[in-house]
């Protein structure tokens, strides 16, 4: 018995150490491109009729899909980049900072001529360059808006937002919201790591700071504690919160499914709504704030790092996710493409609502995104303690550690 | 021992040796190493640049937050007020439990109970304690709302006073069980010709208890103190996927803090001499507990 065991162990080890030498022996008539992106669920079913055009374009390559979050997949890389190794052959990401600093690090692979400038928001791809070159691509995106569900309002005999013309006007008007009953408040507000707080923010300054004053603070032009800054937030932002216009944090998901069954006026999200409710016609809608003359935008991109062992297949793929890919996406709804050669009949009913409201207003990148780093760490809980607190002393040492780790970051670069 | 028993001896415990040496010694010695280096990924060496740098940092220690009694005290202090809050709990529940459970032999099902909390991974916990915790749903809140207690009668994750205590409650919760098993275990240990020479000689209850039953307890007392320390000090899946060490840093602890700086800020040297640090603080305990051990034994 004692020597049945000893050889079974010997067998085992023998055959846990030849098995990669013996596939690696059989030949690859197919080559598999690994992709990592966040989607998942009804998600992915509009992303699934990318993965099988592509597939059917190009009968050599098999498309292997993993869904990854931002910030798990950037906890992976660090370690599997350290050692140049890489667990996809093509990666989607939210963070255009991201790109960059792994770019400086050579851990990209880069990617021009993949694209066509022209074809693309202006100054998308400039974001993605290091050195000159283009180290990734854009890929679909949203608005960074108010939503809200207009059967609420219509049932109620309330305004409907869209048409309310002054900031005072909104906030008698979700005074409204409040007392109506089945409402647990105003505005939603989602939970998790913080992100949908930073929306909140990006919109107000945006709205009551300018598109200067956001442009100012993505770029490190003023400090985010500046006496300006300081003046625009302690008088827009921080009466809403003291009078609680803003609900309890919920799970993302569920506080916009909250929404649509009326129980909040409104919820700043990212428009992907119609990816994951079916929503009768009309009762879908966004507003502008009262003044507000921009609107963010956000965007995933794509990149593929250096050490892919199908280079050539996998910048063809990166191509094709970029312009194709995107008009084909779109088609799920709850996307808007950066790629500008999209036909607006590509996109669903709502979506065309939405591609009217951004033909007629200013686009600027999503802030945290873009800076990305400490900065967006610090920003997404800092935003949760105002919140929970929003008193004048803490807006102040808010802003004093969000321009602490801005500085950080930003000086870093 | 003869040469022919310490060969063999040697070879079966080699297996686990190189493990250990390979997949926990040299990459400790690898992390203290980091930690001298610096973050910027030059790997030139900083010495002790990285520790004085985590004591400036108000994310780790913020002392003057300490002073005023308002959150965010900072990963280090929370961490150590973890471990304030939830050992003796944790200790007591679990000591009264099993007090309880060994009188009643029949109800074995309800020791399985207790220690479902034991066997469900942290990152569920974390999500299921989210909705413990909730206003509108949440069990807990809602029962501080039936009492009419108001300023407990929220979300406790979103706010600063409470987010921290939603989390040590929920791992008191997960960890009675644990306390409960190893104290049941030394319960039945306890000779009961002990406890009937006792009752023999008039001793009461509490007597039998704390002359008795106590000092049988006192070595898994302090098993229970060892485990109960390393797993709070380490404590990230729970926070991660409730808190994220929010709201403003109110429930951030060593465990995530290290996570943040080594694998959200790419600080690797930050991150290896906050896992130094945690090593050292959690060294105490077994060290006086590997001692008291051996003592006893001699």
Redesign the interface.
């Known amino acids: 018995m004692k020597k049945l065991v000893i050889w079974l162990v010997i067998l085992s080890v023998i055959g846990f150490f030849t098995s990669p030498i013996m596939a690696q022996g059989q030949k690859e008539d197919v080559v598999t491109l690994r992709m990592i992106a966040p989607w998942a669920d009804k998600e992915f079913e509009g992303f699934r009729p990318v993965i099988e055009k592509f597939e059917a374009e190009n009968p050599g390559i098999k498309i292997e899909y993993r869904t990854g979050k931002p910030e798990d997949v950037a906890t992976i890389l660090s370690t599997q980049f350290s050692v140049k190794k890489s667990p996809a052959d093509i990666i989607d990401t939210a963070w255009p900072w991201y790109i960059v600093q792994e770019a400086e690090k050579g851990n990209l692979l880069p990617v021009d001529g993949a694209v066509n400038y022209a074809d693309f928001r202006e100054g998308s791809l400039d974001q993605l360059k290091v050195d000159g070159k283009l180290y990734g691509v854009t890929g679909i995106g949203g608005l960074t808006i108010p939503e809200f569900n207009a059967s609420l309002y219509r049932e109620n005999n309330l305004t409907d937002p869209r048409n309310v013309q002054s900031v005072e006007g909104i906030m008698d008007l979700m005074r409204k919201v409040q007392k109506l009953p089945n409402v647990k408040a105003a505005v939603g507000t989602g939970g998790g790591v913080g992100w949908t707080n930073t929306s909140v923010i990006e919109t107000w300054i945006l709205t009551f700071g300018g598109r200067k004053m956001y442009m100012d603070l993505l770029e490190g032009k003023i400090a985010w504690n500046s006496a300006d800054v300081k003046q625009v937030l302690r008088s827009s932002l921080l009466p809403w919160l003291q009078e609680g216009f803003f609900g309890e944090p919920e799970e993302v998901s569920i506080v916009t499914e909250n929404m649509w069954r009326k129980q909040y006026g409104f919820f700043v999200g990212g428009t992907t709504d119609s990816l994951r409710f079916n929503n009768p016609p009309g009762d879908y809608a966004v507003f502008l704030l009262p003044g507000q003359k921009d609107i963010v935008m956000w965007t995933d991109y794509w990149f593929i790092p250096a050490y892919t062992e199908h280079p050539e297949e996998a910048k063809k793929l990166l191509a094709f996710l970029a312009t194709e890919g995107q008009s084909i996406q779109v088609k799920g709804g709850g996307r808007i493409a950066t790629y500008t050669n999209v036909p607006l009949s590509n996109y669903p009913e709502q979506e065309q609502m939405i591609m009217g409201v951004v033909g007629k207003n200013g686009i600027v990148p999503d802030m945290d995104d873009t800076i990305g780093g400490k900065f967006q760490t610090v920003m997404w809980d800092q935003l949760k303690l105002l919140w929970s607190e929003p008193t004048d002393s803490t807006l102040n040492s808010v802003l004093d550690t969000i321009e602490s780790a801005a500085k950080e970051t930003l000086t870093s670069k | 021992m003869n040469r022919k028993l310490r060969i063999e001896t040697l070879v079966f415990i080699l297996p686990a040796l190189l493990i250990i040496f390979f997949f926990m010694f040299l990459p400790m010695l690898e992390s203290l190493n980091a930690s001298f280096h610096a973050n910027d ?1 030059t790997g030139s060496f900083v010495g002790l640049k990285n520790y004085i740098g985590i004591f400036k940092d108000p994310a780790f220690i913020n002392l003057k937050a300490l002073l005023e009694g308002k959150q ?1 005290f900072g990963a280090m202090i929370n961490s150590l007020n973890w471990i304030l809050i939830h050992l003796p709990l944790s200790m007591i529940l679990g000591l009264i439990c099993a007090l309880i459970m060994i009188k009643l032999p029949k109800y074995k099902y309800l020791r399985s109970v207790i220690f479902l909390g034991m066997v469900i991974p942290g990152v569920i916990t974390g999500v299921v304690t ?1 909705f413990l915790f ?3 749903s949440g069990m807990v809140s809602n029962f501080f709302g039936f009492l009419g207690v108001v300023s407990l009668y ?2 406790w ?4 006073d409470t987010a921290l205590l939603a989390l040590i409650f929920t791992s008191v919760w997960v960890w009675t069980g644990y306390s409960m098993i190893v104290f049941l275990s030394a319960l039945t240990t306890i000779p009961q010709s002990f406890i009937e020479a006792a009752l023999l000689d008039g001793a009461n209850s509490p007597q039998i208890f704390w002359f008795i039953k106590l000092p049988f307890l006192k070595s898994s007392m302090r098993t229970v103190v060892v485990m109960s320390i390393i797993n709070e000090l380490t404590s990230f899946d729970m926070v991660y996927s409730s808190t ?7 429930s951030n602890v060593l465990g995530l803090q290290m ?2 700086e ?5 600080r690797f040297g930050t991150g290896a001499a906050i896992a130094t640090i945690m090593t050292v603080i959690a060294a105490i305990p077994i060290y006086i507990n590997v001692r008291n051990t051996i003592r006893n034994r001699g």
Do not use: D, I
């Open positions: 990924g965010p989210q909730e206003k509108s929220k979300s994750f979103a706010h600063a994220y060490g929010g709201p403003g840093g109110a996570y943040l080594s694998f959200r800020y790419t």
